[in-house]
């Protein structure tokens, strides 16, 4: 594009910060807009920031200024300008309008800068993902995401993808999602990890990062029905290992959110100092133990039930960062976990336990390995055996100790974020109440 006979480069908001004194162009939306007399004042934004525009007559004409006036939120617009610095702006940087283009005028933009219930931002969920919360949201599950990857890549994992369609229950029968698949029963995926395991034994180490669905009639802050999962599954590795492997994993997402995110924290109002504490080794207490300090502390629970968000929050609000609370009672975890050869009652599993009442984002075990036990537990469930013959036969054929775990995404993005309610965490969430939009 050529201004006053100058060629001007497109850029990015986020590239601002290199062109200053330049001729430039950005393409982008409304953010908001006014005026006073002959300036006005426009915040553009592009997707990669936001950036104050400053609109004198004296400098786009009278004919420019009339149409600015019309200029409404959300309405599509592309400008050009000089870059100027100014530190009292947003990124210290602002735009002195010359020209600017309406690409599409908005008409009645339902999200006005008022106060609106969530029932409505819900509805509205496709729109609201513009705002400035919204957005620096889901930049920081962005990052995660990144970070998830990055430290299993870097680590020699392989990343191996696992159906959504199967034929069987690895979590539980009563959260299942049933489908009909050309004339059988079929249910969306709980889990990747029963096929992880096959992976593992493959591959040695093994990931899967993909949609899990759990039919669970809960209304709470920290359920949805369809969720992001990790899972890593790994060969020759036993239980603490595995507990140091998800440790490592939430010290390196904390550390490269707070080092590339901590603009999108800022505008969260996210307290970075505590995230700074979450370190390495976590703490690591037993259940047995977790049970014994609820009783004292008034807790009416009994050695065998398993923990509700109330007791999470307690065990959690203990320390200034994630716990480790590892041997539950078998009879209240997966038929694939391996039971303490020193106590039968308790299976080699684990829980990572957030603070600040963010409750379980980790849960992962030692895989049982013998078949005959397997089998048994299989039977105990109540399940269909043929189900399991093709993961049964990974205990045929070279079994080896291993272990893995999984790690519910938006649990960590709400946690990071210091969000009270999961549903922000998604782009889309869907919940017991909310299949639309």
Request: glycine share 8%; charged share 30%.
């Amino acid at each position: 594009m050529v201004i006053k006979g100058v060629k001007m480069k497109n850029i990015r908001i986020n590239e601002v910060k290199n062109c200053k004194d330049e001729l430039v162009k950005i393409n982008g939306w409304v953010y908001n807009s006014r005026r006073s007399g002959k300036i006005g004042f426009l915040t553009l934004r592009d997707g990669f920031g936001l950036l104050q525009c400053i609109v004198a007559k004296n400098d786009i004409g009278d004919e420019l200024f009339e149409i600015f006036k019309r200029v409404t939120q959300e309405t599509s617009i592309s400008v050009s300008g000089k870059v100027v610095e100014n530190e009292r702006a947003i990124g210290g940087y602002e735009l002195l309008l010359e020209s600017f283009k309406i690409n599409h005028l908005s008409q009645d933009y339902p999200i006005t800068p008022k106060e609106h219930g969530t029932e409505f931002l819900m509805s509205n969920r496709h729109l609201w993902l513009r705002s400035k919360r919204q957005h620096s949201i889901l930049k920081i599950r962005h990052q995660i995401i990144k970070s998830i990857r990055d430290y299993f890549d870097n680590n020699d994992f392989t990343l191996v993808d696992t159906p959504i369609f199967t034929p069987n229950a690895a979590e539980g029968t009563s959260t299942l999602f049933k489908t009909e698949y050309f004339g059988k029963d079929a249910f969306l995926a709980q889990t990747g990890q029963l096929y992880g395991e096959a992976s593992a034994m493959s591959f040695g180490r093994h990931y899967n990062f993909g949609p899990c669905f759990r039919a669970e009639k809960s209304k709470t802050r920290r359920h949805l029905t369809e969720f992001w999962m990790v899972e890593p599954e790994i060969a020759y590795c036993d239980i603490e290992e595995d507990m140091r492997w998800a440790e490592n994993l939430l010290v390196y997402i904390v550390e490269q959110v707070i080092e590339h995110k901590s603009n999108e924290l800022n505008i969260l109002e996210r307290d970075i100092e505590i995230l700074k504490k979450v370190k390495g080794p976590f703490p690591r207490v037993s259940y047995s133990d977790c049970i014994d300090m609820l009783q004292k502390d008034g807790f009416k629970i009994q050695w065998g039930d398993d923990f509700g968000s109330p007791e999470e929050t307690h065990i959690a609000n203990q320390y200034d960062c994630p716990v480790i609370v590892h041997r539950f009672p078998s009879d209240i975890k997966a038929f694939y976990m391996k039971r303490d050869p020193e106590n039968e009652k308790v299976v080699l599993g684990m829980d990572i336990l957030a603070p600040e009442g963010y409750g379980e984002i980790v849960g992962g075990s030692e895989r049982e390995t013998d078949i005959d036990i397997l089998i048994e537990r299989i039977k105990d469930e109540k399940l269909n055996q043929s189900d399991y013959d093709w993961f049964l036969d990974l205990r045929k054929y070279g079994s080896v100790p291993h272990s893995g775990f999984g790690m519910g995404l938006e649990r960590v993005v709400a946690w990071i974020c210091g969000l009270s309610h999961i549903r922000e965490t998604i782009p889309f969430a869907r919940t017991m109440t909310r299949l639309n939009p």
